[in-house]
């Protein structure tokens, strides 16, 4: 795949964890790359996404002022870096890149496997 997602794990509420995506150079380099979410049972979710051409970044509301992305073009690598982390917020997260309306019909064949987080008490 062109990219692969780690970073997960199981924690409790109001734990932080970072997720890292490593990128392709091609994939890094895309206009515009999100994270998304599925939690079991469920479609994906959009989480944010950053607009790598003005360095602009969005937020869907239930994380807004909790969840932070970022980039390192160097390392060809995103984060996400989740403080108060929330039951709700368990689920598959998947990195991905292209216009959001796209990605939320995935997940596709040619993404990665995700990463795991479950918050749990």
């Known amino acids: 795949g062109q990219v692969v997602e780690s970073g997960g794990g199981l924690v409790r509420p109001g734990d932080s964890l970072r997720l890292s995506c490593a990128a392709s150079?091609?994939?890094?380099?895309?206009?515009?790359m999100n994270w998304v979410r599925q939690a079991p049972g469920e479609g994906l979710e959009w989480v944010p996404s950053i607009e790598t051409s003005q360095e602009v970044t969005t937020y869907a509301d239930p994380v807004k002022g909790r969840f932070t992305m970022t980039r390192d073009n160097a390392k060809n690598t995103i984060y996400l870096q989740m403080n108060s982390l929330k039951p709700d917020d368990t689920g598959v997260y998947y990195c991905a890149d292209g216009p959001l309306n796209v990605v939320l019909l995935g997940p596709y064949d040619y993404w990665g496997q995700g990463t795991q987080v479950t918050v749990s008490s």
């Open positions: 150079v091609f994939t890094a380099s895309r206009h515009i």
